[in-house]
């Protein structure tokens, strides 16, 4: 069977831009520019997107269009000694990453009715996180969120993943546009955007600062050798690698920093303290909202567009393995996402009990100590696949020309970034 | 006008402005090519 192609250039990208952007955009990125130099984080940031993103996403989708395969075909048919069990691997921790993160998007999706029933703003956002986040109930959400993404993936790569995200991407900008405006209109907003943006050339520039910036934006790009690579592999000759990956490192930027204008006014204009993660989203922000006129309606919009950047990337978390049980076991389509879709709620429903299921076991494995050896693999199998081979593959369709330290770059300097991140990663789970 | 607004525009610039200027080339392209 022929395999399945994208059906345009931009619904390619928005595909692309919808597997990056994820939950780390809203809530990781704001508070990591604000605390590390405002607007000036920008600096480090946007020099490594160039350097070290933007190559990224090319070593990963040349390796797929040219290996026209998921991670197991594209490592074997590079000859990367083992290929097939380094395949594996990346797949079995895209199953973790899934597994996690559904229960994460069964809590929005709860949140997302609760505000939009109004119930959110009569409770205390505190009290309704904790009865929630733990719970036979959210097991039950992670069930609905992962359904929800098998019945995306069942229906195909252009009909189904390009389809949703085309309609999910635009929506997920304007509703972005929409609540930072809301927010920089507050009263007392000023204090908020001054939090965020006001530069400080020297934390900027600090070296810490440097790998905290390439740390976020590689794992916000998803480059672990799975999902880039599986997207990559549906592009046709005539497709453009470069000016994608370009499109794709800013679309992704441009949704966190977009991020900051809604989150930090609106927290200082209420006289909250601003913070990351979960805390921010499922307790601070409700806060905001039950003290903003409008409340319901922006809550519900906030959590419509949280719904958005959740499964546009489980998406393609899902098409990972479900591409592998087609090319490698034959399976139709819909079979094998229904089946892994059930496997992946096997997998991930104990996480609904358990804090140390969830949190050591499937975060910790998968995206730290597991996780970005990922894209060292995919880097490793584009170099053993022939760096000449690999420069000819990337420059077709390229509606720019991709220059020739592209070769050096993809060699040498890529790899020793991966193992840069992947050190320093693990230096900070060891609490250094 | 007071500075942090005029670095919010300078920051959307950057990031929006790269964003366009490829999203813009890669529909020219896929106009030309249909």
Do not use: C
Not at chain 1, 73 to 99: T, W
Not at chain 1, 149 to 167: P, R
């Amino acid at each position: 069977m022929a395999r399945e192609t994208w059906g345009s250039r931009v619904g390619f990208v928005a595909a692309a831009v919808g597997s990056a952007v994820g939950l780390g955009n809203i809530w990781m990125f704001p508070w990591r520019a604000g605390t590390l130099g405002g607007a000036a984080f920008l600096i480090p940031y946007l020099i490594l997107l160039f350097a070290i993103g933007v190559i990224a996403l090319t070593v990963e989708w040349t390796l797929g269009r040219s290996t026209k395969g998921g991670p197991i075909v594209a490592f074997q048919k590079a000859g990367l000694p083992g290929g097939k069990y380094l395949g594996l691997l990346v797949n079995i921790v895209m199953v973790m990453i899934f597994a996690f993160y559904s229960l994460v998007l069964g809590w929005i999706l709860r949140y997302f009715i609760a505000a939009l029933t109004g119930e959110l703003l009569k409770t205390h956002p505190g009290a309704f996180f904790e009865g929630l986040a733990f719970s036979k109930e959210a097991m039950i959400w992670q069930f609905v969120v992962i359904m929800l993404t098998v019945a995306i993936v069942a229906l195909g790569v252009q009909k189904g993943i390009e389809k949703a995200n085309k309609i999910m991407m635009p929506a997920l900008f304007a509703l972005l546009i929409i609540l930072a405006v809301r927010s920089v209109t507050l009263p007392n907003a000023y204090e908020g955007l001054k939090f965020y943006l006001l530069p400080d050339i020297s934390k900027a520039l600090a070296p810490k600062t440097w790998m905290i910036a390439l740390s976020q934006m590689f794992f916000s790009l998803s480059v672990l050798g799975n999902t880039m690579v599986v997207y990559g592999s549906y592009l046709k000759e005539k497709d453009d690698i470069p000016l994608s990956a370009v499109a794709t490192a800013f679309g992704d930027t441009a949704v966190a920093v977009t991020a900051g204008f809604l989150i930090f006014p609106a927290v200082f204009a209420f006289g909250l303290e601003p913070g990351a993660g979960p805390g921010l989203v499922f307790v601070t922000l409700p806060m905001v909202f039950q003290k903003m006129s409008g409340g319901t309606f922006f809550a519900t919009l906030f959590f419509l567009l949280l719904l958005f950047a959740g499964l546009s990337s489980t998406v393609s978390m899902l098409e990972v393995y479900v591409d592998s049980a087609i090319t490698k076991l034959n399976m139709d389509r819909k079979k094998a996402a229904i089946l892994l879709g059930l496997l992946t709620f096997i997998i991930g429903a104990p996480s609904a009990l358990s804090p140390y299921y969830f949190e050591s076991i499937l975060i910790n494995i998968s995206t730290v100590y597991i996780g970005p050896l990922g894209a060292l693999i995919a880097a490793l199998a584009l170099i053993k696949f022939g760096i000449e081979k690999a420069y000819e593959e990337v420059k077709k369709g390229a509606l720019f020309e991709v220059p020739t330290f592209w070769k050096p770059w993809v060699k040498y300097v890529y790899p020793a970034v991966i193992v840069l991140i992947y050190l320093y990663t693990i230096y900070g789970m060891l609490g250094g | 006008m007071d500075a942090v607004y005029i670095i919010a525009a300078i920051v959307l610039v950057i990031v929006y402005g790269p964003l366009i200027w490829a999203l813009n080339k890669l529909m020219k392209a896929e106009r030309a090519s249909s």
